[in-house]
C-alpha cells in the first residue's frame, strides 16, 4: 500500500498492530526510513523504532519492509486494543494531568467534557476522522458546544479559532502520548494518532488591544476606591508584565524586599517557568508600603479572599475589580481589553531598549517568538525613531 502525497512518500507493509512498517521518505534529510514497533527485552512493554533504510531507491526500500515485516509475522508482537475515547481520557487524567499547573488541570477536564460530549466517550478511537475534526470546531464557533453544557433556547455567542485550536491541542496531546504507552499487556495504548496532520483552525486578525499608558494612568488613580489589593495588584501587573492568574497566587514569602525580587512559582505559571527576576521602583514601593499596613504576614497570600483567608482571591474577583474600575475611569467596554492587556503593555514598553533574554525572563516567557509574534506590536513613535536613527548614521557615514 503506498501513500504518496505533497509533502512525503510513504510505504506499509504488513497488519497494524502484528507486523507493520512503514518505509517513509524524510525530504529534508534526504534519506528513507523504516518504523516499526518491537518489544522491550525483558518487560511486556513495546517501543517504536525507526532505522535508516539504507537505501535511497524507493523500490529497494519497499523490498526491505516487506523482509522485515515477514520476520515479525513470525514473532507475533503484541496487538493495540481498541482503545475508547473514555479509556484514553481516564487513563491521561489519572497519570498525565496532575503533573501540569493548575490552570493546565482545568483545561484538561474542561477539554474531557467537551469532547466526551462531542465524539462519545465509547468512540474507538481510530475511527475519529475529519467530519468529526470539522464538526467540533463549527459547534464550538457557533456556541453549540461549550464547557458547561448549556445549551438551547438562549443564542450564546462561541469562542473564537484561538481557544478552539487550544482545545483541539489537548486532544492531540492525549493521543500522541497514548502512541507512546503501553497498555501493560505488551502492546501500545494506541497504534497510531488518526487526527494527526489536520489544519489548526487559525484568526487571521486576532484582537490583542493594549492598555495605554493615559488608561492606565486614569485606572491607578481610581484603584484605591475600587480595593487596596486592586490597587497592588494592577500595579504589579503593570510592573512585572505577568498573567494575573500568577500575580494572585503571590505568598509574602515568594518577596524578597531586602534583595528587590520576586519569585514567581513554576506550579502557579501557566507554562510552569520558575524564576525570580528584580523588581522595578515602583512595584517595590508599593509592596513595602502594603507590608507595613499588615501586622502580621507569615507565608499567607498577597491577594487572600475575602471569604477565606487561607485561600488566594478567585479570578472572578479580579475580573469584577477591572470592570468596576473602567467605570469610574470611564474607559469604554473594549473586547479582549482587561489584564492581559498590561502583559501586552509591559512588553511593548520595554522592546525598544531591553535585549530579548532579559526581556523574556523578567516577564516570564520561555520562548522569543511567542513575544515577537503574539505580543510585540508596531507602532508609530518605535518606526520613526529606528528611520531617524538609520538616517543619523548613514549622514554620519557620508561625511
Request: hydrophobic content about 35%; overall charge positive; proline content about 5%.
Amino acid at each position: 500500500m503506498t501513500n504518496a502525497t505533497r509533502k512525503s512518500w510513504s510505504y506499509s507493509a504488513g497488519e497494524r498492530g502484528r507486523n507493520r512498517v512503514r518505509a517513509y521518505e524524510d525530504r529534508a534529510r534526504g534519506k528513507i526510513f523504516l518504523e516499526f514497533y518491537e518489544s522491550v527485552p525483558g518487560t511486556t512493554e513495546v517501543r517504536r523504532v525507526r532505522i535508516s533504510a539504507g537505501e535511497s531507491d524507493r523500490e529497494a526500500a519497499k523490498r526491505k519492509a516487506d523482509q522485515l515485516a515477514a520476520k515479525f509475522s513470525n514473532t507475533e508482537l503484541p496487538r493495540a486494543k481498541e482503545a475508547t475515547l473514555g479509556e484514553l481520557f481516564d487513563i491521561y487524567t489519572r497519570e498525565v494531568s496532575p503533573g501540569k499547573g493548575e490552570s493546565k488541570r482545568r483545561h484538561d477536564l474542561r477539554c474531557v467534557a467537551l469532547f466526551s460530549r462531542s465524539l462519545g466517550r465509547s468512540r474507538k478511537v481510530l475511527t475519529l476522522n475529519r467530519r468529526d475534526w470539522d464538526r467540533f470546531i463549527q459547534d464550538r464557533r457557533r456556541g453549540a458546544l461549550r464547557p458547561d453544557g448549556r445549551t438551547g433556547e438562549v443564542k450564546v455567542a462561541g469562542v473564537r479559532d484561538r481557544q478552539i485550536a487550544y482545545d483541539l491541542k489537548f486532544l492531540l496531546s492525549v493521543l500522541n502520548w497514548a502512541t507512546l504507552s503501553g497498555d501493560g499487556c505488551g502492546a501500545p495504548l494506541l497504534d497510531r494518532n488518526p487526527l494527526k496532520g489536520l489544519p489548526m483552525p487559525k484568526e487571521e486578525n486576532p484582537r490583542r488591544p493594549l492598555v495605554s499608558e493615559a488608561q492606565y494612568l486614569r485606572l491607578r488613580k481610581i484603584a484605591p476606591k475600587v480595593d487596596e489589593n486592586f490597587e497592588i495588584a494592577l500595579v504589579l501587573a503593570h510592573e512585572t508584565g505577568h498573567r494575573v492568574g500568577a500575580i494572585r497566587q503571590l505568598r509574602w514569602s515568594d518577596v524578597d524586599l531586602t534583595e528587590k525580587r520576586i519569585r514567581w512559582r513554576a506550579e502557579n505559571d501557566k507554562i510552569g517557568m520558575e524564576h525570580s527576576p528584580p523588581l522595578s521602583v515602583e512595584a517595590l514601593r508599593i509592596l513595602e508600603q502594603s507590608r507595613r499596613n499588615r501586622a502580621s504576614i507569615g507565608d499567607g497570600w498577597l491577594f487572600p479572599s475575602p471569604e477565606d483567608s487561607s485561600k488566594p482571591c478567585s479570578r472572578h474577583l479580579l475580573r469584577d475589580w477591572w470592570r468596576r474600575a473602567e467605570k469610574l475611569a470611564e474607559i469604554p467596554r473594549t473586547a479582549r481589553l482587561g489584564w492581559h492587556s498590561l502583559r501586552r503593555k509591559f512588553v511593548n514598553d520595554m522592546k525598544a531598549d531591553t535585549p530579548m533574554a532579559d526581556l523574556c525572563y523578567l516577564g516570564g516567557w520561555k520562548s522569543p517568538l511567542t513575544v515577537m509574534t503574539v505580543y510585540q506590536q508596531a507602532d508609530q513613535v518605535t518606526m520613526r525613531t529606528a528611520l531617524t536613527s538609520r538616517d543619523q548614521r548613514r549622514a554620519a557615514s557620508s561625511r
